[in-house]
């Protein structure tokens, strides 16, 4: 596969060496001296890894927890919202569906409702028609969607949540690695290993906001997370690993931060510069083709490039790239379903380069993507 060009970072990205060794290297040991004793051998480097996540968040140590996937970490923040009958929770267009569905599920059981906020004329969420009042007591807010290009607005948002006492829970997922999220306001963060930070899959992290943890109740919690202090007493911790339970792969742990430090160490302005310049090549070629859409919304974009040919269904379209050795995803309409069915689509293209892409390999990708096209 030496000619392979990747555009799968949306997807799940390939690890840098440092990271895979990371990763290895930890099995390696357990298999020599056991779990138990290869972890307390990593105690201090594990244990610093909240503060090299807070470094890449912008936020404070106490504020991270690690989880293993952003699914994870998106359940354990929105179990802990407190939510009764009445009560308002709203969604971008571009909403998840694995976050849809619990949303819906909590709905039923509690009485909230679910809306969806509505999008300006760029696709991307329209702050000015916001319609918020105190029964507002959750935005979900996607920042990047998994089907497209677009970028939603963070801070603006939260200020008018805030003016309401409403939460902001930012799936940061497709954003993460990316775009450097240092200085967005928001509550709660989540996001995940396998995409644009290039760790490990089963890996991701969730941030809450020290003053917003205390107005949550965490429900799935362990004794790690809460201090068995006697038979009939416990005691939460005081940090948000109240919300990480006692178990979790060490070796893939390790990797993530591997990967968080590697991000850090190349330059997350030069990341974000590299994605955003692969993408736009890749997007004017594309534009450029005959019989080719992109499908991208939003004014502000992301490296997430999506498509559709007139000619050939987008899973052909992708069967057809593996064979010519270009990684693509598609994108299928449950993942994204108000944004899909509002804009008739069942299903993109969706490539998405990392910068570890050159702009000759663009060029390259472009090519056989007009070829499998015909
Ligand atoms: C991929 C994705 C998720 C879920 O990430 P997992 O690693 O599968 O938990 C959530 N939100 C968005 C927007 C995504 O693209």
Same mark, same amino acid.
């Given at each position: 596969m030496s000619d392979l060009i990747f555009l799968d970072s949306a997807g799940s990205s390939i690890p840098p060496a440092e990271v895979v060794d990371e990763v290895i290297g930890h099995l390696r040991r357990e298999t020599e001296i056991g779990g138990y004793r290869a972890a307390a051998e990593r105690r201090d480097d594990v244990e610093a890894g909240y503060g090299v996540l807070a470094g890449f968040f912008g936020c404070e140590p106490s504020e991270v927890a690690? &989880?293993?996937?952003?699914?994870? #970490?998106?359940?354990?923040?929105?179990?802990?919202?407190?939510?009764?009958?009445?009560?308002?929770?709203?969604?971008?267009?571009?909403e998840y569906g694995g976050n849809a569905?619990?949303?819906?599920?909590?709905?039923?059981?509690?009485?909230? &409702?679910?809306?969806?906020?509505? #999008?300006?004329?760029?696709?991307?969420l329209d702050v000015g028609a916001l319609d918020l009042d105190e029964r507002v007591k959750l935005i979900s807010l996607v920042h990047v969607p998994t089907n497209g290009g677009l970028v939603n607005p963070v801070s603006e948002v939260t200020a008018k949540a805030h003016e309401v006492g409403a939460l902001v829970l930012l799936d940061a997922c497709q954003s993460t690695g990316q775009i450097d999220l240092r200085g967005l306001d928001y509550d709660m963060l989540v996001c995940t290993g396998r995409k644009w930070l290039r760790g490990p899959r089963g890996t991701g992290a969730l941030v809450v906001r020290d003053d917003v943890r205390r107005r949550l109740k965490p429900r799935l919690m362990d004794h790690s997370a809460a201090e068995w202090v006697a038979p009939g007493r416990y005691e939460p911790r005081d940090d948000a690993r109240v919300f990480e339970l006692w178990?979790?792969?060490v070796a893939d742990r390790l990797g993530l931060i591997a990967a968080v430090k590697y991000a850090l160490a190349r330059g997350l302005d030069v990341i974000e510069a590299e994605v955003q310049e692969r993408a736009r090549r890749l997007r004017e070629g594309l534009s450029a083709m005959d019989g080719i859409t992109v499908q991208d919304l939003g004014e502000r974009r992301s490296g997430i490039v999506t498509f559709t040919s007139d000619r050939v269904p987008a899973m052909e379209l992708k069967d057809r790239l593996w064979q010519e050795n270009v990684a693509v995803t598609v994108s299928q309409k449950g993942s994204t379903l108000i944004d899909m069915t509002r804009r008739g689509l069942d299903e993109v293209v969706r490539a998405s380069p990392h910068y570890f892409v050159t702009p000759e390999e663009i060029d390259q990708a472009l090519e056989r993507i007009s070829r499998s096209a015909r």
């Open positions: 690690f &989880t293993d996937s952003a699914t994870r #970490s998106w359940l354990t923040a929105f179990d802990a919202v407190p939510l009764g009958k009445g009560d308002r929770v709203l969604v971008t267009e571009v569905v619990p949303m819906l599920r909590r709905a039923e059981e509690t009485g909230a &409702t679910i809306e969806v906020m509505p #999008s300006d004329a760029h696709g991307q178990e979790y792969s």
